[in-house]
């Protein structure tokens, strides 16, 4: 029986992988190239012992990884309260970083927090975009059932036609889980202005809409105008003529201001150099006229004249020694 030339140099098999040593050859063999397995058998490992560290630690990754527990009410609405702090800070305002903003509500909904719980900020953000996704649903739904009714008509009734026209809507038949939520949000004016927000979209789509209507209806042989977006030179024009009506507003504003207060201060002097150059007359006058009184010649006037400018002669002393008594009397 013959071999091929590679038996004669110590082999049983070809050599497709490691070479084993046959013959009581003295050379080491390599280590198989069968996979780790086959690496740790030659290494002498204890596979079981490895297999049991393996598992042990894919357990703890489970364990880090499991979901947890479903948020309860409590938890909610501490974290309404503290959207509603955080959000309306006169102080930090809300031009706040997305990362700051919700890092900001984590610390404030765990300092605030009266139960257990290791929620983090994304958690939180993502739990709120589902309370005001769905508040808001059920927002537009009870301004729905209130425009319905007239006017007396218990709020707690309204809620509950709401919870049912909320209820028949879902595919499932699903109650609204939020109530809790909403009945905390509804009256923040930060949320007031995102369902205002929303239900002006929706108005401007829906006239946008009923033009689209109008204009199918049309006839075929009447020119349709689409109307174009406003240019950068419109939309400037349009901004000069919205200053113009809404005040003076604008970058000529404050000069504006000024001249008016310039304006104002100098008719205010104006009006108090005209009282004293007027004041000054009328002394000038009274005095001229005490004058005259005082050192005419009463003797080469007429008996009636003469008696009137005794007389003011009289009250002209009279005043007089007033006025030299009170200023005497003030020093």
């Known amino acids: 029986m013959s071999f091929p030339d590679h038996a004669a140099a110590g082999t049983l098999f070809p050599t497709t992988g490691t070479p084993f040593p046959v013959n009581g050859t003295s050379s080491s063999p390599e280590v198989p190239v069968a996979g780790p397995y086959t690496q740790m058998m030659a290494e002498d490992i204890d596979v079981e012992a490895l297999d049991e560290i393996v598992s042990s630690q894919t357990n703890v990754e489970k364990e ?15 974290l309404c309260i503290s959207w509603e702090t955080i959000g309306t800070d006169p102080i930090v305002g809300n031009e706040q970083p997305r990362n700051s903003y919700w890092n900001r509500i984590a610390e404030h909904y ?15 953000e993502h739990r709120w975009s589902t309370i005001q996704k769905e508040c808001m649903k059920f927002q537009a739904d009870y301004e729905k059932i209130e ?47 995102l369902c205002s927000n929303k239900r002006s979209r929706k108005e ?4 946008q809409a009923d033009e689209g209507g109008i204009n199918q209806t049309l006839d075929s042989s009447q020119e349709i105008h689409n109307k174009r977006p406003m240019g950068r030179k419109q939309a400037k024009e349009k901004e000069k ?91």
């Open 204 to 207: 401007h789509e829906g006239v």
């Open 147 to 193: 425009r319905h009714h007239k006017s007396g008509i218990p709020h707690t009734e309204n809620m509950k036609e709401a919870q049912a026209f909320c209820t028949s809507k879902d595919p499932n038949n699903k109650t609204c889980q939020f109530i809790h939520c909403w009945l905390k949000v509804r009256h923040v004016p930060k949320f007031q202005a």
């Open 110 to 124: 765990h300092d605030n927090k009266s139960f257990t719980s290791n929620r983090n900020a994304n958690s939180l």
């Open 64 to 78: 880090r990884r499991k979901r947890q527990h479903n948020y309860k009410h409590d938890e909610d609405i501490q």
């Open 241 to 331: 003529e919205k200053v113009k009506s809404g005040g003076e507003q604008g970058p000529y504003k404050d000069m504006l201001e000024r001249m008016v207060l310039a304006k104002e201060r100098e008719t205010t002097l104006k009006e108090e150099r005209w009282s004293k150059t007027l004041k000054i007359q009328q002394e000038r006058l009274s005095w001229e006229r005490e004058m005259k009184i005082m050192f005419c010649d009463a003797n080469a006037l007429e008996p009636y004249v003469k008696t009137y400018v005794l007389a003011e002669r009289k009250i002209i002393a009279a005043q007089k020694v007033a006025e030299l008594n009170a200023a005497a009397s003030g020093t």
